[in-house]
């Protein structure tokens, strides 16, 4: 029973957490005129407060000795902190200039790439399926080139951006809390530095827009923290294959807000495109599912299970958005 509720409440955390992520385009347009690289410097910045104050709360501090002790992971941390730095840079900027779709393709074909990822620089095997979904974004790619008339640069840079992300989170192995920490700490003088420099040529909207517009800079930090803490209790009650499937919540949020309440453009090529990443994801969830039905029998029966083969469930997404 009491499995079965831990499992229920951790459903309801993982419902909030990609909700909430699914629908942060709505927030964004709500910090102009700043523009993204104030936004964002300003998510930094109060990030960092309100995961200090929750680790104050929690007392988990042993993590930052021993981080400071490893110059490799410390280093890694660092392009951690610059991968996610360009990801939410580059998120932020496509929702305030009318990319909402876009930016919802980049989450989308994510797992995709973290499966191209780890057979380019792992060296890992895929299945015959894996390949074919994999197949199938590449052309899904090229038909939204010629849509957009162009590649799908936002697209991409957020896939690829978090797809590294993720391969070098998997090497670190932080929590959820603390690796947020360190790379806003990382990231916290660059960006007060330029908080500051803006504030003295006179653009910065922090204090120009009145307190509302500034309280709206500064929860920020909560819209960063709050889905994050909510993914972490998930993560510790529910199987990674639920998370797995949890993830598509945010982007198709993203997508349904793109075209029906942003307006977005949606051409037949694009819908082509689309389609064809859905179908693409299909097949590598099918896969997943498949592969793990068929783990669990070979271990009711008694028999040895596989070995398991590279990301055949996709990762969950931390949020970057």
């Known amino acids: 029973m009491k499995a079965q509720n831990d499992q229920r409440t951790g459903l ?72 996610v730095t360009v990801n939410w840079g580059v998120y932020i900027w496509a929702v305030n200039n009318g990319a909402v779709v876009e930016a919802s393709l980049g989450y989308f074909i994510n797992p995709l790439v973290t499966i191209a990822l780890g057979v380019l620089v792992l060296g890992e095997r895929l299945r015959r ?6 197949a199938i974004a590449v052309a899904a790619v090229l038909v939204l080139a010629v849509g957009y008339g162009r590649p799908p640069w936002i697209s991409l840079i957020l896939a690829f951006s978090f797809a590294l992300y993720g391969l070098i989170k998997k090497q670190l192995g932080m929590g959820g809390l603390e690796s947020l920490t360190a790379e ?99 097949i590598l969830t099918w896969d997943a599912l498949r592969t793990a039905h068929r783990s669990r029998t070979l271990r009711l029966d008694g028999l040895p299970a596989p070995l398991p083969a590279p990301l055949q469930t996709p990762a969950p997404a931390r949020e970057t958005a």
């Open 184 to 282: 806003t700490v990382i990231m916290f003088l660059p960006a007060l530095g330029y908080l500051l420099w803006l504030g003295s040529r006179g653009e910065s909207t922090f204090t120009a827009q009145g307190p509302g517009h500034a309280l709206l800079l500064a929860s920020a930090g909560l819209v960063t923290a709050i889905p994050l803490i909510c993914f972490g209790a998930a993560a510790i009650r529910v199987p990674l294959s639920t998370l797995g499937l949890l993830q598509y919540m945010a982007p198709v949020f993203q997508f349904g807000l793109g075209v029906l309440y942003f307006h977005e453009a949606m051409p037949p090529a694009r819908w082509a495109g689309f389609s064809l990443v859905w179908v693409a994801l299909s």
């Open 129 to 134: 399926t894996q390949w074919a979904a994999v």
């Open 12 to 83: 309801l955390y993982g419902f909030a957490s990609y909700g909430m992520w699914g629908i942060v385009p709505l927030f964004w347009p709500l910090l102009q005129p700043a523009g993204a690289i104030e936004i964002l410097a300003h998510r930094m910045v109060w990030s960092l407060a309100v995961v200090g104050v929750a680790l104050l709360a929690l007392r988990r501090w042993g993590w930052v000795s021993e981080l400071l002790r490893q110059p490799r992971k410390l280093a890694l941390t660092g392009v951690a902190a610059a991968l």
